[in-house]
């Protein structure tokens, strides 16, 4: 199971840092992917990170503000999100896939979403 949590209220410009749980069981050699889907649009890819070696991958619209993370001995991966804009506002999922891939549909494991306001 994954359990995503960390969302909240936040001005422009401002921070917040996501969390994903993984438990039950091990995601050793799976990749952790960020995904968020705005009200009426559709779920987009925004980062992910492979879990034994660490690489990642990043949307263009996020990159130089958006970093992920894991953190092995709590079987959590971070996402952590600065200078954060108006249009990052959606509720952000995270999803494990057994390949490093952008593709929404290539991961069968999801957890519940964590909403992100951004005000302007």
């Known amino acids: 199971q994954l359990q995503a949590s960390g969302g909240g209220l936040v001005q422009a410009g401002g921070s917040l840092r996501l969390s994903c749980a993984a438990s039950?069981?091990?995601?050793?050699?799976?990749?952790i992917g960020w995904f968020r889907q705005a009200p009426g649009k559709e779920r987009k890819f925004v980062a992910s990170?492979?879990?034994?070696?660490?690489?990642?991958r990043y949307a263009d619209s996020v990159k130089g503000r958006f970093t992920i993370s894991r953190d092995n001995a709590k079987n959590t991966v971070y996402l952590q999100m600065n200078t954060l804009k108006p249009e990052d506002t959606a509720v952000y999922y995270c999803?494990?896939?057994?390949?490093?891939?952008?593709?929404?549909?290539?991961?069968?494991?999801w957890g519940q979403g964590t909403l992100v306001t951004v005000s302007s």
């Open positions: 999803a494990a896939s057994s390949t490093l891939t952008s593709n929404a549909g290539s991961y069968p494991f």
């Open positions: 990170i492979w879990w034994t070696s660490g690489i990642t």
């Open positions: 039950g069981r091990t995601f050793s050699n799976y990749g």
